[in-house]
């Protein structure tokens, strides 16, 4: 569904990605993680059509991203949650959540894909008519993974869900995901913190410095210790 190959990146002349190569499956949760600054934001803003690559491919669908301006990139079934949630201070909750389906048509009703959403996040329910400058870290971040899941994408990107939330709202972000992943919807998280992950993802892939360094499953990598070090800071490798 999704494949990337041999994709490198330059930001202001520095290479930030050193041709990185990763795939995701229908059905797949596939993570991306690593240290901060190693380059998953640039992945995925790669991936959407923000970033131009130096060279590489970015396949979707049977179809190269690369070349492509965002909102193509979305109308094409590729839904993004950003790390900085970016949801519209100017428009209401349930405004925000409508966008996409005026954006991309699907099979499912407009109707029912925001209510998808709102089953997702229930609690998004007491805030529709609430102006979007006025939810908290938390109430932003439902909102904005609610809103990509409302383009009905074939591929959900989350860039670090959990980032700068308190300890109180990461479980209802993370009920959430499940959620979404019960569907059958394949989604590729970017994530800092390995112990973040839900052990229900399918693979994971290990970014340092530009450089993928590891790929398989999380059991495979908790007993590489070079990966744990890099994914799991100060944790006692012995409990990994
Ligand atoms: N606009 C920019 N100008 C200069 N350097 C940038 C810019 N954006 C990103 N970088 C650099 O590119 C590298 C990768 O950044 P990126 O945001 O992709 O990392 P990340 O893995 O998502 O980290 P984080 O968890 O901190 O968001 C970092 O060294 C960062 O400083």
């Known amino acids: 569904m999704l494949s990337i190959s041999g994709l490198k990146v330059d930001i202001a002349g520095s290479r930030i990605l050193s041709g990185i190569d990763l795939a995701v499956e229908p059905g797949e ?4 993680i690593g240290r901060n600054g190693a380059g998953k934001t640039t992945t995925f803003r790669s991936i959407m059509g923000y970033r131009k690559p130096v060279s590489g491919s970015i396949r979707f669908a049977g179809k190269e991203l690369i070349g492509r301006a965002p909102h193509e990139i979305a109308q094409m079934g590729v839904g993004f949650s950003p790390e900085e949630s970016e949801v519209y201070a100017d428009l209401t909750v349930a405004e925000n959540l409508e ?20 089953n ?10 609430r102006g979007g400058a006025q939810l908290s870290g938390g ?26 939330l308190s300890p109180a709202i990461i479980p209802v972000i993370s009920e959430g995901i499940a959620s979404i992943r019960a569907m059958g919807q394949a989604v590729l998280m970017a994530e800092s913190n ?12 290990v970014l340092e410095r530009g450089e993928m360094i590891f790929s398989g499953t999380l059991a495979e990598a908790y007993r590489d210790k070079a990966v744990m070090r890099v994914i799991a800071g100060q944790v006692e490798l012995e409990h990994a």
């Not at 809103?147 to 990107?157: F, V």
């Not at 390995?194 to 892939?205: C, S």
């Open 99 to 118: 966008l996409p389906t005026w954006t991309r048509r699907s099979k499912m009703s407009e109707k029912d894909r925001v209510e998808r959403s709102l």
């Open 139 to 164: 109430e932003r971040k439902m909102v904005s993974v609610a809103r990509a899941l409302a383009l009905d994408p074939s591929l959900l990107l989350l860039d670090e869900p959990f980032e700068g």
């Open 29 to 32: 949760l596939v993570c991306l």
């Open 194 to 205: 390995v112990h973040h992950l839900p052990d229900y993802v399918d693979r994971l892939y």
């Open 120 to 129: 997702v996040f229930p609690k998004l329910r007491q805030y529709l008519h």
